[in-house]
C-alpha cells in the first residue's frame, strides 16, 4: 500500500513510518498508532514463540484478545487457541490431558487429590 501525504495519516509507533489512516489498527473507532502490517508482523511473533498469555497492543496495552482473529487470520488464531487452552490445562488442577496419544481428549478430575479421571474423548 502506497502511501499518499493528501491523506489523514499518522506515525506508527513500531517501525516509525507515516501511516494513512486507514492502514492504522483500530479498536473500535480508536486508532491505536500501528499500522497494519506491524500488529500483524508482531501478534504472529507473540503468538509463533508461544507468548499467549496476555496479547497487547504494542502502543498501549490494551487488550487486543477481541481483535485477534481479525488480525492474524484463522489458521494462526487456531494455533492461539491450542497454545492457551495448553496453558490453561497445565495450570489447572483439575483437568489434565488424556494420556492416550493423540487423543487430545481432556481428562477432568473431580477433585485435586482425584488420581484418575474419564477421558471425554475416548
Ligand atoms: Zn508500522
Ligand atoms: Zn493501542
Ligand atoms: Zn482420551
Known sequence: MRFDPNQPHRGCEVCYEEVND??????????????????????TAQ???????KLECPHCEAD??????????????KKY?????????????????????RCGGIVPYESKSAIEGACGKC
Open 22 to 43: 486507514f492502514e492504522i489498527f483500530k479498536i473500535g473507532e480508536d486508532y491505536h498508532d500501528v499500522c497494519s502490517p506491524c500488529i500483524k508482523n508482531y501478534m
Open 47 to 53: 503468538i509463533s514463540s508461544g507468548k499467549v498469555n
Open 64 to 77: 487486543i484478545e477481541p481483535q485477534l482473529q481479525d488480525i492474524v487470520g484463522e489458521s494462526l488464531y
Open 81 to 101: 487457541e491450542r497454545f492457551k487452552l495448553n496453558i490453561e490445562i497445565s495450570t489447572d488442577p483439575l483437568r489434565s490431558w488424556c494420556v492416550i496419544p
